[in-house]
């Protein structure tokens, strides 16, 4: 016998996050309960309903400066560890933007840069699950070059972070002695480890 959800129960009430119960047998037929998170504003849009895995957000990887020589961090403040955190910049995707707008757009709201996207194969594209254990998130990764000044006058008052520009010997520091993002960690070794001119060969 397979496991299998038999019923869903919405626990709250809120605009960008909502808890569920999911009342479910497992393989030898025993009743159980589980907890997720999800973006989804009801039930019937859980992406056990939908069967599509349609992204929540972007995950933003940019490289700046003309030498390519730098990439783009930030470094913001999450509750949930009550502590600063390195992460790549990211966002939600509004209704009928493409993974690229929303990534240029979010970009410009947390840095202030502006954003030239790269056309990739559709594997790199494709939305990942970000936690499945906790929730059925999934975020895009869209990568291209950012160009500009940093400014912070596109955050909201609930965003308290740090635009960080790092080299690679500050992506180094990072690694070993700060909070990171797991995403985030994984395309800092890219770029701390990449040995020709095109940060971007692992797209090829």
Known sequence: MDSRIFSIEKKTDNRFLNL????????????????????????????????????DGVIIYSI????????????????????????????LVDEGETFAQAGARELKEETGLDFEPLQVDEMFHKPFFTTIGMTDESCATVYGYARGSVSRDGLEDSEDLEVVLADRAEVARILKEENVSMNCG???????????????YFLK
Do not use: W
């Open 20 to 55: 569920y119960d999911l009342h479910y047998k497992n393989k030898v037929g025993k009743d159980k309960l589980y907890f997720m998170a999800s973006r989804a504003r009801d039930a019937e849009h859980l992406k056990i309903n939908t069967r599509k895995n349609k992204p």
């Open 64 to 91: 700046y400066g003309e030498n390519h020589d730098k990439m783009v961090l930030v470094r913001q403040y999450r509750v949930s560890i009550d502590d600063y955190i390195y992460e790549l910049p990211a966002g």
């Open 186 to 200: 994984y395309l800092m070794m890219h770029f701390l480890h990449h040995t020709n001119e095109d940060p971007f």
